[in-house]
């Protein structure tokens, strides 16, 4: 099973900025399509941004021209450079490849409050 560990998440006021990573353990990193994932309370969780292993990017219209994904073949880790956070950024982030595994690391909680 593939363990991904996610770090970087706080508390930051609004119109801050957080960077998270994903450390992931798979020897087929560099092929995988990897994403940032949210879930807020009470929503479904949704895909904000993937890229490809030759880092083509997409982003959700939620989060587009503010989070910024990006890929370290080498250390094998996904990183989202959030900037400009709103209070309905607030959530916890996963990273998985996409589509998705059918299982979860723990995530990690960006709250984005004043």
């Known amino acids: 099973q593939v363990q991904l560990v996610e770090s970087g998440g706080g508390l930051v006021q609004p119109g801050g900025s957080l960077r998270l990573s994903c450390a992931v353990s798979?020897?087929?990193?560099?092929?995988?399509?990897m994403g940032w994932y949210r879930q807020a309370p009470g929503k479904q969780r949704e895909l904000v941004a993937d890229i490809s292993g030759d880092s083509s990017t997409n982003y959700s219209d939620s989060v587009k021209g503010r989070f910024t994904i990006s890929r370290d073949n080498d250390k094998n880790t996904v990183y989202l450079q959030m900037n400009s956070l709103k209070p309905e950024d607030t959530a916890v982030y996963y990273c998985?490849?996409?589509?998705?595994?059918?299982?979860w690391g723990q995530g990690t909680q960006v709250t984005v409050s004043s």
């Open positions: 798979s020897g087929f990193f560099r092929v995988l399509v």
């Open positions: 998985n490849k996409s589509p998705s595994f059918n299982y």
